[in-house]
């Protein structure tokens, strides 16, 4: 079966074929890579829900079959929620993601205990022509520490530390971290859904 994966990311393709090989072999992903014309739509939902499902529709009906979409982001209640849906935009358009964590850091200088906690958030929407299929969330929460450490992963992961670790996403190795990311929790409710579509 093959199913387009709606991202132009590299870091969540690999993330996403590490873990779809293990559970799903039978399953090709294409990426918008092999659409280069494809007019990828912008992102102007104000939740994770709402951006993915504009991604994976918009795919499906464009492109003309299954489309995967994820929309993620990290969120901070003691920031009211940012960076949120403009996780990968939180520095402005164009950012990197040293910009991103640069900005972060600068934001919660001063804030302790509790209020550096912060949770990872996961929306997978699975849709068709026809549709959307199946969505399905995962979370992961945890604390945000006052400097980077650890040199793998992407994102915001060398500032997040898991509860119940001392290790920051970015300190783990990438298979341990594919285990327990919220990208990770969402795949496992997306792939009881996707059992009972027999797709």
Not at 72 to 78: H, K, R, T
Not at 117 to 136: D, H
Not at 191 to 197: D, G, I, N, T, V
Request: with cysteine.
């Amino acid at each position: 079966m093959e199913v387009i994966l709606a991202t132009h990311n590299p870091h969540k393709l690999a993330e996403f074929r590490a873990i779809f090989k293990a559970f799903a072999p039978t399953v090709d992903l294409i990426t918008l890579r092999a659409f280069p014309h494809y007019p990828v739509p912008e992102e102007t939902g104000t939740t994770f829900e709402e951006n993915a499902k504009l991604k994976a529709l918009a795919a499906a009906k464009d492109l003309g079959g299954f489309a995967l979409a994820d929309d993620s982001g990290l969120v901070v209640p003691a920031l009211e929620g940012r960076p949120g849906v403009y996780s990968a935009r939180y520095a402005g358009p164009g950012a990197t993601d040293f910009d991103n964590r640069k900005k972060l850091i600068r934001e919660m200088e001063g804030l302790e205990g509790l209020h550096r906690s912060a949770y990872f958030e996961c929306v997978l929407v699975l849709a068709s022509p026809e549709g959307v299929k199946i969505v399905a969330r995962g979370k992961v929460e945890g604390t945000i520490v006052e400097a980077e450490r650890g040199r793998n992963g992407f994102g915001y992961d060398p500032l997040f530390q898991k509860l119940e670790s001392n290790k920051t996403f970015a300190e783990l190795d990438e298979q341990t971290k594919n285990r327990i990311s919220h990208r990770r929790k969402a795949f496992d409710k997306l792939m009881l859904s996707w059992e009972s579509l027999k797709l």
